[in-house]
């Protein structure tokens, strides 16, 4: 096959599918931060931490338990969403008509002692987490040799993004959810439990960044700081997808995650910073964010 | 009098600092429409609200068929059988009309059917997948009762459903109050305009500063209406 732009293909394609890779992590973390910020109007600092201890929850269910990756991605998502349950019972919904500021800095204070207590039991250095028998090897595509286990987290990310949006924007149940996300109170005097749809729903967003962290462990490996790492890149996300947006979130990390990956063949240098700069550029040009409405 | 649909007694509210209601007391008849009447700033909203459990911070004595709802979260309230229609409507922009009609769920049997409802707003019917904010002010009250109506509530709280409408919507607003009594609701009702209030309610209390001064029967309408028009300043 020939080069493109002078690129050989096979380079470039495997640079697009990590690019995708990452981006599905985008998608489902910034997915997560959008729901989060809708309902309860707290910017979720924890989510990198809580994706992190997905991965660990993985990690200790493997080594402790014998429990496998199909295990892990059942169980370390309710495990993980229950941790995110009680941090919403005892300290959050204290702090939902406040400004956002307090729910941020409570959530970076827990983001922190989270990811202390993982470094102080297991070191920063990362550790292995194998990729499940069934999902080893490869496929010939023709123009590219695919890991499987990277088509896979591919494939799982986008019915995972879009079974959420579908909830979300086509069901009686995500009709409460926008309901309540422009007035709990109304909605609320209907009938409907706000409070405990409010708690369900920071489970369910923490239980999507655990499940990404069990998605990302056999690619990265299992580490404390991995949530920090790529946290930052994912704020970055929400920003210029817009704030509170559903399909906003998805669109704009899948989006981003496969511009960094060009940028990785084209120009290596500015690929760790390509998306501050898309971040920038957004923001001047609207300030809102792609898809999301100035408030 | 009857035993009251709904008895408020000593009701008490607040918004953060503020002392809003001084000990309201006031109530409804099983069948009535009331109308709660007063100027801009006398609570009448407060009271809803609190009626509602959407001003969580009240003290006294809230009745409804007998149950004490004054320590009762909001959504349990509803659940009771009371319905609330805000002034400013709550039609949700996210949600098309048919989803906005849909949202309440069913607290009671016997809510009016759906085709009940398009037989009293016929506008909603062509609308239903148009988003709520972009109906007219009026179809969004229509929608705002209309959604209402399904749930099997038997306590309607609607709040100044007339407000900066076109006076033939005013018509139909009120012909649909006089119907919706006929079929058995109850309906407590907040109006500046006692003009409408007259074509529709059986009985008005006057509030003024958090308090309910006054309370006539339609009928001494005209009898009081140089008091009425001292307490509303019109």
């Known amino acids: 096959m020939p080069d493109i732009f002078g690129i050989p293909p096979q380079a470039l394609f495997g640079q697009l599918l990590l690019g995708l890779i990452n981006g599905a992590f985008y998608a489902q973390l910034s997915l997560g931060l959008a729901i989060i910020f809708g309902l309860l109007n707290i910017i979720n600092f924890t989510h990198g931490a809580q994706y992190m201890m997905g991965a660990f929850v993985a990690w200790m269910l493997l080594n402790w338990l014998g429990l496998g990756y199909w295990w892990a991605l059942l169980v370390a998502p309710v495990v993980v969403g229950a941790f995110g349950i009680l941090i919403e019972r005892t300290m959050l919904r204290h702090l939902y008509k406040l400004d956002h500021l307090y729910g941020l800095l409570l959530t970076f204070g827990i983001a922190l002692i989270v990811q202390g ?5 297991f070191g920063s250095t990362g550790l292995p987490y194998r990729i499940p028998a069934e999902l080893r090897g490869g496929t010939d595509l023709g123009f590219m040799f695919m890991p499987n286990y990277r088509g896979w987290v591919v494939v799982v ?5 879009f079974g959420t949006w579908f909830v979300i924007e086509k069901t009686k149940l995500g009709s409460y959810l926008r309901a309540a996300t422009e007035n709990p109170a109304l909605v609320q005097s ?3 439990n706000v409070p405990r749809m409010v708690m369900l729903t920071y489970g369910f967003g923490v239980g999507l960044a655990a499940f990404t962290g069990v998605l990302a462990a056999p690619i990265y490996q299992v580490s404390p700081l991995m949530g920090a790492d790529i946290i930052i890149v ?5 920003v210029i997808g817009g704030m509170g947006s559903i399909l906003g979130s998805i669109l704009t990390g899948f989006g981003l995650g496969i511009v960094e990956g060009l940028t990785k063949v084209f120009y290596p240098e500015a690929s760790s910073t390509v998306i501050f700069v898309v971040m920038v550029i957004v923001l001047l040009i609207k300030p809102a964010g792609l898809f999301g409405r100035a408030r | 009098m009857a035993e009251a649909m709904l008895a408020v007694d000593d009701l008490h509210a607040w918004y953060g600092e503020s002392h809003i209601l001084h000990g309201v007391k006031f109530n409804i008849a099983k069948g ?3 109308t709660l009447l007063g100027r801009n700033g006398a609570g009448k909203t407060t009271t809803m609200k609190s009626i509602m459990g959407i001003v969580a911070n009240r003290k006294g004595s809230i009745a409804f068929e007998g149950t004490e709802t004054i320590g009762l979260a909001s959504h349990k309230i509803a659940r009771l059988g009371l319905a609330f ?5 709550g039609i949700f922009a996210s949600l098309d009309v048919k989803e906005n009609l849909m949202l309440p769920p069913q607290v009671a049997p016997g809510g009016l059917g759906i085709d009940t409802i398009f037989e009293l707003f016929p506008n909603l019917r062509e609308r239903l997948s148009s988003q709520g904010t972009k109906l007219s002010g009026g179809e969004q009250q229509m929608l705002a009762i209309g959604r209402i109506l399904r749930t099997g509530a038997k306590l309607l709280l609607l709040d100044e459903p007339t407000e900066g409408l076109a006076p033939v919507i005013v018509q139909q607003i009120g012909a649909t109050i006089r119907r919706l009594k006929k079929d058995g609701f109850t309906i407590l009702l907040v109006e500046q305009n006692f003009r409408f209030a007259a074509t529709v309610a059986d009985r008005h209390y006057v509030m003024e500063h958090g308090h309910v001064v006054d309370e006539f029967a339609n009928s001494d309408l005209d009898a009081n209406m140089d ?3 001292e307490y509303l300043g019109v």
């Open chain 2, 227 to 229: 008091k009425l028009h």
């Open chain 1, 190 to 192: 209907f009938g409907v």
């Open chain 2, 32 to 34: 009535e429409v009331v």
């Open chain 2, 85 to 89: 229609c805000p002034e400013e409507r």
């Open chain 1, 157 to 161: 990310s986008l019915v995972v993004c």
């Open chain 1, 234 to 238: 994912v704020f970055a996300v929400v």
């Open chain 1, 117 to 121: 207590l993982f470094r102080d039991q």
